[in-house]
């Protein structure tokens, strides 16, 4: 019996009645399920069958049910999410100056989300965060009131709160260019910053180095990125049999840099080779060493990370890893929407490999 039965002395419209009835039922079943057939139904509510054919053709209409010819009626297959999902994307920044190239780096990222979301008829909610603003209520109120179907999130701060939120609101999320302790693996998109760093350290040893030095930020003080570059540093020279000699690793500090640098370099004096963690740090380290005439590459080789737009047009043309960002974002677009419709992501594709961008800051160590 219905748990729901029909009430013949409400002025309610039999048919009605009926309709929420199953529109009740229906919220129950699976895509594609079998659907009661009108005669089922005549017997279970005890009632015409004018009235029930109604009911069913409505339905049909509305496209909730399908008929198969010779078969039966069926709960039709739900419409994948994806043409009607929001997304919501917190930008550090307004959308406009990652359009414009302000922000290269991030403006990848968004170049390539925005992209997916296009391609597949997504609906992207680009949301700026104000200057001054606490990012965690700012960014939670925001996930709250834009009713989004799933959210992007970058490294922001206090991202673990902002996950919870997520979490307790049953958003789905992804994040993007970072890794945490609080999402499932499938859930984060990241590129493999210990290969880049390898790939560039192989690359020098290829040409000849053995004494190669490192400049960046220490573990003390570095972002989970900047931390993986140094442990892949590491790791690379152990693979290469290689061995960091006392003081090889620079940590970088804007404070007197100079100083630190010129430091560095007495007390590692055979040094030929110097991997910086990034782009910014590796043209800094150039502009001292041509400084205090040491010529780059004729007497050290110097290599960055990111591949920034303006490592290739740099004098020399800088030695880099570039990090498939773009990619990224198509992957996190494609991951969330997965979520979004119930599906299981999975890990294929979450961790993007890097290249190494061979220019002339590097060079082999017995060409000059």
Request: proline letters at 5%; aromatic letters at 6%; a neutral charge.
């Amino acid at each position: 019996m219905p748990e729901v039965v029909l009430d013949r002395s409400s002025p309610v419209p039999l048919y009605f009645q009926l309709l929420e009835i199953m529109k009740r039922d229906l919220s129950l079943l699976k895509n594609g399920a079998r659907f009661s057939t009108e005669r089922e139904l005549v017997e279970l509510y005890d009632i015409s069958r004018v009235t029930v054919a109604k009911a069913v053709n409505q339905l049909v209409n509305e496209g909730v049910l399908v008929r198969v010819q010779g078969k039966g009626t069926y709960v039709r297959e739900k419409a994948d999410k994806t043409a009607i999902s929001n997304i919501l994307f917190f930008t550090p920044s307004p959308l406009h100056e990652y359009i414009s190239g302000g922000n290269p780096l991030v403006g990848d990222l968004v170049r390539g989300v925005m992209e997916e979301a296009e391609k597949i008829g997504a609906n992207m909610l680009f949301v700026s965060i104000p200057q001054g603003v606490t990012e965690t209520e700012y960014c939670t109120a925001k996930i709250i009131d834009m009713q989004a179907d799933g959210v992007i999130f970058l490294a922001l701060q206090n991202l673990a709160k902002l996950i919870v939120t997520a979490k307790r609101r049953s958003i789905p999320s992804v994040l993007l260019n970072v890794k945490t302790a609080g999402l499932e693996q499938e859930q984060q998109i990241f590129t493999l910053e210990t290969v880049g760093i390898k790939k560039v350290v192989d690359y020098l040893v290829s040409l000849g180095h053995s004494r190669i030095g490192y400049v960046g930020p220490g573990v003390a003080t570095g972002s989970l990125p900047q931390v993986d570059r140094l442990a892949g540093y590491h790791k690379a020279l152990s693979d290469n049999g290689l061995q960091v000699e006392g003081g090889a690793v620079l940590d970088w500090n804007v404070n007197h840099p100079k100083i630190k640098l010129l430091e560095f370099l007495r007390k590692n004096d055979k040094t030929t080779a110097i991997v910086a963690q990034n782009d910014e740090i590796a043209c800094e380290v150039i502009r001292m060493l041509q400084g205090i005439g040491k010529n780059v590459p004729r007497q050290i080789s110097v290599t960055g990370f990111d591949n920034a737009p303006y490592a290739e047009k740099f004098d020399p043309g800088l030695t880099t890893v570039a990090m498939p960002r773009a990619e990224m974002g198509r992957v996190a677009v494609r991951k969330l929407l997965a979520i979004i419709n119930g599906k299981n992501p999975g890990l294929a594709g979450n961790q993007l490999e890097p290249e190494l961008i061979i220019r002339h800051s590097a060079a082999r160590l017995a060409a000059f």
